[in-house]
């Protein structure tokens, strides 16, 4: 059974850091493409960063960018979100995914995929 898990979140104030982990079950993480996901209340899903499994190469969107870093942790079938200067506007619920069950990140603001975990609160308080 194809599963991933969200982990890690939890309260942390302005400028605090977090991680996040997305653990898979079922299939080999690292042959596919992960990305994250955030929502918050009243608010649409929002695509905020991608790492291939083709090539490794990580993509994030201007909201995170220099501040949140993506990576695979070697033979555990995982996905970390190291979020680093969290800011309020940061609180949400955090997802991963496999956006298009492949190996590529392109098109990973517009997920396909069917399978998604019950995700990870992340509050920031001022």
């Known amino acids: 059974q194809v599963q991933l898990v969200e982990s890690g979140g939890g309260l942390v104030q302005s400028g605090g850091s977090l991680r996040l982990s997305c653990a898979a079950s079922?299939?080999?993480?690292?042959?596919?493409?992960v990305a994250w996901y955030r929502q918050a209340p009243g608010k649409e899903r929002e695509a905020i960063s991608c790492?291939?499994?083709?090539?490794?190469?990580?993509h994030y969107t201007e909201a995170v960018k220099g501040r949140f870093t993506i990576s695979r942790a070697a033979g555990r079938n995982t996905v970390y979100f190291q979020m680093t200067n969290l800011r309020p506007e940061d609180t949400a619920r955090y997802y991963c995914?496999?956006?298009?069950?492949?190996?590529?990140?392109?098109?990973?603001?517009?997920?396909?995929?069917?399978?998604w975990g019950q995700g990870t609160q992340v509050t920031v308080s001022r």
């Open positions: 995914a496999t956006p298009h069950d492949d190996a590529y990140c392109e098109g990973f603001e517009s997920p396909t995929t069917s399978d």
């Open positions: 079922g299939f080999p993480l690292d042959s596919y493409s």
């Open positions: 790492i291939s499994g083709e090539n490794g190469q990580t």
